[in-house]
């Protein structure tokens, strides 16, 4: 898929998961070092916000706003990954005051990677929003282009109140 970063072309390994399609397995590690795999979100919906570099500043402002939402949608997932590791994530999480949403270290970019987001050039996963629904598969998706635009918060929340 061809993105951009501040204007500047760049391209993810490959075309991303469609709606309607099995989100890929995967299991990537918490910020309290538990391990997170399709089966500990399923049967539910799952909002699950990819962000590039937690410590940059659009990243950040999702990350939180997302985490400010979270009490409005008790039966639902909320999941931040990121290229970040967990150390980084954890002192994020500290200086922010983040505690609502998990947040998960995709360091090696093997979720990014299987669900064709993965920006070699940069190691990072491109910035998107999925939301699955309770048997795995992506009911929702905002793929940004430009990678230092904030998503469409409202639009994805929107979503989920019709499904909660």
């Known amino acids: 898929m061809r993105i951009t970063r501040h204007e500047q072309p760049t391209t993810t390994n490959g075309e991303p998961t469609e709606i309607e399609s099995s989100f890929p397995e995967f299991e990537l590690k918490g910020t309290q070092g538990e391990t997170v795999k399709n089966s500990d979100i399923s ?53 922010e005051g983040v505690t609502k949403m998990k947040l998960l270290s995709d360091a090696e970019g093997s979720l990014g990677k299987s669900i064709g987001i993965f920006v070699e ?19 929702y998706r905002e793929l940004i282009i430009e990678q230092s635009n904030e998503p469409n918060y409202q639009a994805a929340l929107d979503f989920l109140n019709k499904n909660k």
């Open 43 to 95: 049967g539910k919906y799952t909002l699950i916000s990819v962000v590039p570099d937690i410590n940059t500043r659009v990243c950040s402002l999702s990350t939180k706003k997302f985490n400010e939402d979270v009490d409005s949608f008790p039966n639902i997932n909320f999941l931040t990954i990121s290229t970040n590791t967990i150390e980084q994530q954890q002192d994020w999480c500290a200086a």
């Open 121 to 139: 050039d940069g190691r990072v996963d491109a910035r998107s929003i999925w939301i699955l629904n309770p048997d795995g598969e992506v009911a």
